[in-house]
């Protein structure tokens, strides 16, 4: 049997957020199970407004976890619903279209426990068929975002102020600190989380990790790559999607509103649209549908930064915010 408990003393809190996203829960959830070791386990499935029969599905194949439900507000708003229903020493936010594949939560554990100055940890990626994702990032700035627009990813042992991803994958045969990690796995020490503060709910979906990242730096925490654990994330499972195109450039000036000087995010912003207007004047070759999805999500994301009105609705007023210092 699984090692799970909902008491105050366990070791880690597993959210994973659910927006209509039943079937990949199932894999998902099993494997973490799986992969407890010796670590406690509290899983909590945050039942975003979904219609797919969520909460039944876990409620029928997992009984040892349990479902927060919420109206959707926003990945954040989601992940924060659920880790304000948890006690454990560690907090995982865990993307539903995941699978544990290698080392165990127990080991994770003892590593952190070891190393008090570590806040946050993400793990080795692969996708479905069993390629190293690249999930060492860059804090956003204005360099990397002319590298990136610029398709500086193509030059061979690219500096890291010319891009956001670590595109060096020898980097990712052993563990690095760096500075933020992909929103896939994230998992956080309970003291680090809440002393930086929860996601911060005016980022509806995207952009909310280097922020919160950048939150647990200034705080005094470090964030680390370790290859401890391995999984597999089935990353780009529907192809390029215009809208979520749009939407990152939406949350990249809500990122550089919160921590860029005015004339800094005048130059950020400027080379974000410039990202856009190459992709939407050449999409890179390839699939013909590729190329138009490409090519559609680059002429919405500049309406988007044009018009500068959100993709999706607006977070509440009320919504978590920690102050940028």
Known sequence: MPSVT????????????????AHWLEPCLSTVFEHAGDATLDVVVVD???????????????????????PNRGFAHANNRGAMTCTARYVLFLNPDTEMADGTFGDLVAELDRRPEIGMAGV?????????????RNFPSVTRALGDAFGAERLRARPNWM???????????????CDWVSGSFMFCRREALFSAGLMDERFFLDQEEPDLCLRFHRAGWQVLYT???????????AGVRPRMVAQNAYTRRQYARKHFSAPRRAAY????????AIRAAAPARGNPSDAEAVRSGAVWAMKTLVSRQPVYAEPPPTAIAAPSR
Request: hydrophobic fraction near 35%; glycine fraction near 6%; proline fraction near 3%.
């Open 269 to 276: 912003m400027t080379a974000v649209f410039a990202g856009h």
């Open 124 to 136: 080795r990626q692969y996708t479905a068929d069993g390629t190293l994702y690249p999930t060492i």
């Open 6 to 21: 909902d008491s105050p003393v366990a070791d880690v809190a597993v959210i994973v957020v659910s927006t209509n996203e």
């Open 48 to 70: 975003n407004s979904s219609t797919d029969g969520t909460r039944e599905l876990v409620e029928t194949k997992f009984p040892e976890a349990r479902v927060v439900t919420c």
């Open 163 to 177: 891009g956001e991803r670590e595109l060096d994958m020898s980097r990712y045969a052993s563990e690095s600190v």
């Open 227 to 237: 290859t401890t654990m391995s999984i597999v994330h089935h990353w780009g499972k």
